[in-house]
C-alpha cells in the first residue's frame, strides 16, 4: 500500500503503510498477523491493496523506523493524517486522536488511523501491542453504540415489564429478541473486560507500557464500569418482561383449563338433568293398576 500524498517523500526510507483487518483465526489471509487471546476469537493482519478486506479494511497503519526524539518537519502532517482534519486528499472529518510519547517513541492514535514512529527493532512489539489495544477499544465503542441505540427501545418497553396485557403479548418475540440482544452484549462485554481492566505488568516493558498509556488516555476502565451499569439497566427490565410474560401466559393457560373445566361439568349436568327427566316420563307413561281393578280381576277369577 502506497503512502498518502501529503506523506510521500517526506517519509524516513522503510516507512511502511499497512490495511489491517480483524479477522476470524480461521481465515488464512494478509501478512504479519496477531492473534488476540483465544476467547475473543480475532486476529490482525496487513491486506493486500485491491483486496476486498483491503477496502473495508477496520484501521491504516503507518510504521515509521526513526528517532522520535529529535522533532521532524513531517511530525505535523503525520499527526494531521492520524486526525484526518481535512489535510488529506480524502478530506475526511476530524475524528479524536490521541499522541503517546514515551522511551524515544511515539505513537499518534486514533480508531481508524493510527502512526508509530520509533526505532526499527522496537516496531514489531509496539505494532503488536497497538493492534490489540485497538481491537479492545473498537469492541468497546462497538457496545457503547449498540446500547445507545437501544435506549429508545428500552423506553418502550418499560410499561410491559409493569403492566403485561394481550396486546403486550404479541410483541414477545420482539421482545425475546431484544432479551437475547442485551446478553449478548454482557457477553462480549465479558470478554474483553480482562484486557480492558488487566494490572500493570510487572516488571513494566515497553510494550505494556503503551498498553496501559492508552487504556489511562482513553478511560477504559471508567467506560467498562459505566457500560456494565447500563446493560445492568437493560437485564433488569427485559428480567421483569419475561417474568410477567411468563405469569401472563400462565394465567391464561389456567383460565382456559378452569373454563374447559366449567363447560364440562357443565355439559355433564345436562346430561343428568336430561337423563332424570327421561326416566320421570318412562315412569309417567306407564299407567299404575287400582285396587278395584285388582279385586275385579281376582273375583273373576274364582
Not at 239 to 247: I, L, N, V
Request: hydrophobic share 45%.
Amino acid at each position: 500500500m502506497s503512502l498518502p500524498e501529503m506523506l510521500a517523500g517526506r517519509l524516513p526510507v522503510g516507512s511502511q503503510l499497512e490495511a489491517i483487518a480483524y479477522v476470524s483465526p480461521e481465515q488464512s489471509v494478509g501478512t504479519g498477523r496477531v492473534s488476540l487471546p483465544a476467547p475473543l476469537r480475532r486476529a490482525a493482519v496487513a491486506v493486500e491493496t485491491g483486496t476486498d478486506l483491503a477496502q473495508t479494511s477496520d484501521l491504516h497503519l503507518l510504521l515509521i523506523p526513526a528517532d522520535a526524539v529529535e522533532e521532524a518537519d513531517w511530525f505535523g502532517p503525520v499527526q494531521q493524517w492520524v486526525a484526518g482534519d481535512g489535510a488529506s486528499a480524502s478530506s475526511e472529518p476530524p475524528r479524536e486522536s490521541h499522541l503517546l510519547t514515551l522511551q524515544h517513541v511515539r505513537i499518534h492514535w486514533s480508531p481508524r488511523r493510527i502512526a508509530i514512529i520509533g526505532a526499527p527493532e522496537r516496531l514489531p512489539s509496539l505494532r503488536r501491542v497497538v493492534l490489540e489495544c485497538t481491537w479492545y477499544i473498537r469492541e468497546l465503542d462497538a457496545i457503547e453504540r449498540e446500547l445507545a441505540e437501544n435506549w429508545p427501545s428500552l423506553d418502550s418497553d418499560l410499561d410491559q415489564a409493569y403492566i403485561y396485557d394481550a396486546p403486550a403479548d404479541q410483541d414477545r418475540e420482539e421482545i425475546a429478541r431484544r432479551f437475547k440482544a442485551v446478553f449478548r452484549l454482557r457477553a462480549r462485554l465479558a470478554r474483553v473486560a480482562p484486557h480492558l481492566l488487566s494490572p500493570q505488568l510487572y516488571p513494566p516493558t515497553l510494550a505494556s507500557q503503551v498498553g496501559e498509556r492508552l487504556r489511562e488516555r482513553l478511560r477504559l476502565e471508567q467506560r467498562e464500569e459505566f457500560v456494565s451499569d447500563q446493560i445492568e439497566v437493560f437485564e433488569d427490565v427485559y428480567e421483569m418482561c419475561g417474568q410477567r410474560a411468563s405469569e401472563f401466559r400462565h394465567a391464561r393457560t389456567v383460565n382456559t383449563l378452569e373454563i374447559i373445566i366449567i363447560v364440562l361439568l357443565g355439559v355433564q349436568i345436562l346430561f343428568s338433568m336430561f337423563e332424570i327427566l327421561t326416566a320421570s316420563a318412562v315412569e309417567a307413561s306407564v299407567e299404575p293398576a287400582t285396587p278395584a281393578r285388582v279385586e275385579s280381576t281376582v273375583t273373576a277369577g274364582n
